[in-house]
């Protein structure tokens, strides 16, 4: 069974803080990993990685994959109070039965609370 | 642009009664999900189409039935409902085949179910 895993489940800071969060994983038939932030309602999307070693950046925001040690990391540097969110950590993996198509498995999520 | 759009936004159900949840989206996405979350225990994919006219089971799909008569549109039904299916429910979509581009999620309907 296809499993995601986040850590920690919550996390209180100071704005200026950073912050790392973790995703490990185990699935079959990997294709990428992908990191949504949820405030008040939809999941919205920040990244998605399929190499090992490479950064991806979005302002303060930066994510890496390890495919060989199946996890990743997400980084928020100088925080701000509106960077409060759960940040939840899917991994999109082939269905069985040797289809093409994919579905995606999510870790619990990471609460992050930033106080100003 | 209007994306992923789902009704109601909020319901409270009795148990055994039905109802269904609407997912539309308008970006011409072939793939489309039902997702339930949890305290504590993330998104769990429900039931998902990768076409018009097809659906299939995910990782939780008892108790519930889908329906995708339109490309554009995927339909939960829960015929009976309980209490354990008190949850918020979250519609995505996404391209086709391609794995290189995330799902896009609506803004999530709250069901209580007394």
């Known amino acids: 069974e296809d499993k995601v895993v986040q850590s920690p489940l919550s996390l209180v800071v100071h704005e200026g803080d950073t912050v790392t969060l973790n995703c490990s994983y185990e699935?079959?038939?990997?294709?990428?990993l992908l990191w949504y932030k949820q405030e008040k309602k939809a999941p919205t999307f920040l990244f998605m990685l399929?190499?090992?070693?490479i950064e991806k950046k979005s302002g303060r925001l930066s994510s890496i994959l390890d495919k060989k040690e199946l996890f990743s990391i997400l980084n928020i540097t100088a925080t701000q109070t509106g960077d409060s969110a759960i940040y939840l950590c899917?991994?999109?993996?082939?269905?069985?039965?040797?289809?093409?198509?994919?579905?995606?498995?999510f870790g619990q999520g990471t609460i992050l609370t930033v106080h100003p | 642009n209007a994306g992923v759009t789902q009704t109601p936004k909020f319901r409270v159900l009795k148990t055994g009664q039905s109802m269904t949840l609407l997912c539309a989206q308008d970006?011409?996405?072939?793939?489309m999900y039902w997702y339930r979350q949890d305290p504590g225990m993330g998104l769990r994919l429900i039931h998902y189409?990768?076409?018009?006219?097809?659906?299939a089971k995910g990782e939780v799909p008892d108790g519930y039935n889908v329906s995708r008569l339109k490309k554009q549109n995927f339909l939960l039904g829960l015929e009976s409902a309980a209490p354990s299916q008190t949850s918020v429910y979250f519609c995505?979509?996404?391209?086709?085949?391609?794995?290189?581009?995330?799902?896009?999620f609506g803004d999530g309907t709250r069901l209580s179910i007394l």
């Open positions: 995505a979509s996404s391209y086709g085949r391609g794995f290189r581009q995330p799902q896009h």
């Open positions: 699935v079959t038939n990997f294709r990428s």
């Open positions: 399929t190499s090992s070693g």
């Open positions: 899917a991994v999109d993996s082939l269905l069985a039965g040797g289809t093409s198509y994919g579905k995606l498995t």
């Open positions: 970006m011409n996405h072939e793939y």
């Open positions: 189409s990768v076409g018009e006219g097809t659906t």
